[in-house]
């Protein structure tokens, strides 16, 4: 019996070493950007997904904070928007990514929802579930654990030599225009794969919207820069966030092709490189 005990002692050790482990690595990478928050300084701010993360901090320079997180939706993005009201920012304007694919029905399950949690106020169950039994005991988050394994596996191939070269260090600009074309018109099939739009992002954009009204912000909609081969690929396709925004009388920043004769912008059919970014600041908020 003694021994019984001994082997579970042994392994709640051995758990919550490697979930110390877990915590250090989700900090540094699966939380990144979540634990920051904006200077009250900032009046104006961008809300984005993948597609504002070039931007980086070069916005700052002229006085807006990038608000933008990888797989933010408009339900992470609200959750934003709160904050900034509840906690007495200076709001004046907003620029909110308006991309065609962003009212896509596959955004509902793409989110931030356990990490974007840390901006809300109201405090409940899933708080406390998101918040700090997710945070503090990442092994059993399966997004975390899913990027620890691509991270662990990465570097075994790197000790023993094996790392794919072709796979993460392709630049888009260097790529022949038929490989262009095969990853443009991916992409548009992954962020296109239904005729209907979601409902329930729309409902959270409407709520945006009716926030930035009743609190006397000014939002303004912005379609991101994106490559010529995805552009042909694109056509007329679109899901009516920008449409929804003009609805209500907003405004809507269109840049989508502004970029369109320059591939050396682009990290690949729908993102701008860090290059790309510091130059889309400009042609943005230079006035």
Request: hydrophobic share 35%; glycine share 4%.
């Amino acid at each position: 019996m003694k021994k019984f005990f001994l082997n579970i002692f042994y392994f709640v050790i051995i758990v919550l070493l490697f979930n110390i482990v877990v915590f250090v690595f989700s900090n540094d990478n699966y939380y990144k950007g979540y634990n920051e928050f904006p200077s009250k300084d900032f009046h104006s701010f961008i809300l984005a997904d993948s597609h504002g993360m070039p931007l980086d901090k070069f916005s700052e320079k002229f006085n807006v904070y990038n608000f933008s997180s990888n797989s933010d939706s408009y339900a992470d993005m609200k959750r934003k928007v709160s904050y900034l009201i509840e906690n007495e920012y200076a709001v004046k304007t907003i620029y909110i990514t308006a991309d065609d694919h962003t009212l896509s029905p596959y955004r509902d399950g793409i989110n931030n929802m356990d990490k974007s949690i840390i901006y809300t106020s109201k405090i409940d169950f899933n708080y406390i579930k998101e918040k700090y039994l997710k945070y503090y005991f990442p092994i059993f988050q399966l997004k975390v654990n899913g990027l620890f394994r691509i991270y662990l596996e990465d570097k075994v191939k790197i000790i023993f030599n094996q790392q794919d070269k072709t796979t993460n260090n392709t630049i888009w600009s260097e790529l022949p225009e038929k490989e262009k074309g095969k990853r443009a018109e991916d992409r548009v099939l992954g962020q296109f794969p239904a005729k209907n739009k979601s409902k329930e992002l729309e409902k959270t954009l409407r709520e945006i919207i009716n926030l930035c009204q009743k609190n006397h912000i000014e939002l303004i909609g912005l379609k991101f820069p994106v490559s010529r081969s995805y552009l042909e690929r694109l056509d007329s396709k679109n899901y009516g966030a920008d449409k929804l925004l003009i609805s209500k009388g907003l405004k809507i920043i269109d840049h989508k092709s502004v970029f369109e004769d320059n591939d050396g912008y682009f990290r690949d059919q729908d993102h701008l490189n860090s290059e790309g970014g510091k130059e889309f600041v400009k042609v943005l908020l230079t006035k």
